[in-house]
């Protein structure tokens, strides 16, 4: 029994620290749209969009979402892709 817990703590910390690089990886991303002469308005999209990507990770990953009920998985992945298309509509809007 003791052995079969080892494996899924050891899996399941493998899965954080997977989650980690991706959140550092998609924050790189976003200073790279930053700097490489895009538009502002490209690189604002941009950014945001993968400001949401790295929000749903945290609660997927972090805030252990992925074990809730489905519903309730699926009113968060619903809440970060409004929310970011909100934003995006009114920094144009504005």
């Known amino acids: 029994m003791h052995v079969a817990n080892t494996a899924k703590s ?6 954080l620290i997977t989650a980690w690089a991706v ?26 969009v993968l400001t949401f990507i790295k929000v749903y990770m945290v609660g997927h990953s972090f ?12 009113l968060f992945a619903a809440w970060c892709a409004g929310t970011c298309a909100a934003l995006v509509l009114l920094a144009f809007v504005f």
Not at 10 to 15: F, L, P
Not at 63 to 74: F, G, I, K, N, T
């Open 63 to 74: 805030m252990e979402l992925r074990w809730a009920p489905r519903l309730l998985r699926r």
């Open 10 to 15: 050891n899996s399941h910390t493998a899965s």
């Open 23 to 48: 959140l550092v990886a998609l924050t790189l991303a976003s200073y790279w749209f930053r700097d490489h002469g895009f538009s502002p308005e490209a690189a604002l999209v941009a950014i945001l």
